[in-house]
C-alpha cells in the first residue's frame, strides 16, 4: 500500500543550524505513529516538515504518493494534512458554539451543522454545558477540548498532533487520547508527538525515537519503549 506519508533522507536546518539529519519514516493510511526523544531533538521540527512549514534542505517529503518536498505550506494543507498545536486553533474571541460553526460550516447544509454540532458535544459534555462561553475563557484543557472537537469535525486525513496533553492534568489527558482515539476511528492518520511516552505508545502502531536529530528507533510501537529516555 502507498505510505500517506513518507519522509525520505530529510535533512531540515534552522539557519546554519542543523535540526534533522537524514530521517527516513513512512505512515500507512490509518495508522498512528508516536514521535518520541527528549527535548529538542528535533520531533517539532520533523512535524512541520511533514505539514510543509519548514521545507527540508535534503530528502523527500511525500504525500500519498505525490512529491512535495519544494511545495509551499498552503498545497500541504490542500491535502488534508492538520497540524493542531496548542492553543492555536481556536478563535479566542468567540463562543463555544461559534467555533464549532465555523469549523463544521464548511460544505454542509444547515441540518448537517446542527447533527454534527451533536455529535461534538455528545463526546465533550464540557464543551456543552460551555456552548455559549467565549472560547478565549476556557481553561487550558477546555480549550484543547475544543480544538480537538474542530478537528473531529475537519476529519483530515492527517492529523499531526505537537504535544496536545503538555501541561493538563492527567483525567484531561486521558480524554485527549480517547478523542485520538474516535479521530483515528474515524478514519484520520496520525502522527502523535509526544512526551507522555506511556499514552502515546498505548495508541500507536508504530513508533520513531529521535535523539539530536536522527532517527534512533524507528519500528513497532511495542519496541519504542527501551529506546526512549524521557
Ligand atoms: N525557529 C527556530 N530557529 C532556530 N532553531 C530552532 C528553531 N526551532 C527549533 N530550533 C532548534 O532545533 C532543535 C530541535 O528543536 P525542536 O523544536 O524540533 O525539538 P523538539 O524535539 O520538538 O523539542 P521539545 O520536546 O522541547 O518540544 C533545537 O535545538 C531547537 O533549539
Ligand atoms: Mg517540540
Keep these: ?46 512535524a512541520r516538515v511533514a505539514s510543509g512549514l519548514v521545507r527540508p ?25 492538520f497540524h493542531a498545536v496548542e492553543g ?37 459534555p464540557r464543551l456543552a454545558e460551555r456552548r455559549n462561553q467565549i472560547a478565549g475563557t476556557l481553561s487550558g484543557g477546555e480549550q484543547r477540548m475544543l480544538s480537538l472537537a474542530r478537528v473531529l469535525a475537519e476529519q483530515p486525513r492527517l492529523l499531526i498532533a505537537d504535544e496536545l496533553s503538555l501541561g493538563l ?27 507522555h511516552v506511556g499514552h502515546a505508545l498505548a495508541i500507536a502502531d508504530e513508533a520513531v525515537v529521535l535523539a539530536k536529530g536522527s532517527v534512533k528507533y524507528a519500528g513497532a510501537a511495542e519496541g519504542a519503549a527501551a529506546y526512549s529516555t524521557i
Design 1 to 46: 500500500m502507498t505510505p500517506l506519508l513518507e519522509l525520505i533522507n530529510v535533512d531540515a536546518r534552522y539557519g546554519p543550524f542543523r535540526a534533522l539529519f537524514d530521517v527516513s519514516l513512512s505512515i500507512q493510511p490509518g495508522a498512528v505513529m508516536a514521535l518520541l526523544g527528549p527535548n529538542g531533538s528535533g520531533k517539532t521540527t520533523l
Design 169 to 195: 492534568a492527567p483525567i484531561i489527558v486521558d480524554s485527549v487520547y480517547e478523542t485520538l482515539a474516535h479521530i483515528r476511528d474515524a478514519g484520520t492518520t496520525l502522527l502523535i508527538v509526544e512526551q
Design 88 to 124: 492555536r486553533s481556536i478563535f479566542a474571541t468567540l463562543s463555544v458554539d461559534e467555533n464549532l460553526e465555523l469549523a463544521l460550516g464548511r460544505g454542509r447544509s444547515r441540518t448537517e451543522v446542527s447533527e454534527a454540532k451533536d455529535v461534538a458535544y455528545a463526546l465533550f
Design 57 to 81: 534542505s535534503a530528502g523527500t517529503v511525500r504525500f500519498d504518493g505525490t512529491d512535495f518536498s519544494g511545495s509551499e505550506t498552503y498545497e500541504f494543507a490542500r491535502t488534508g494534512i
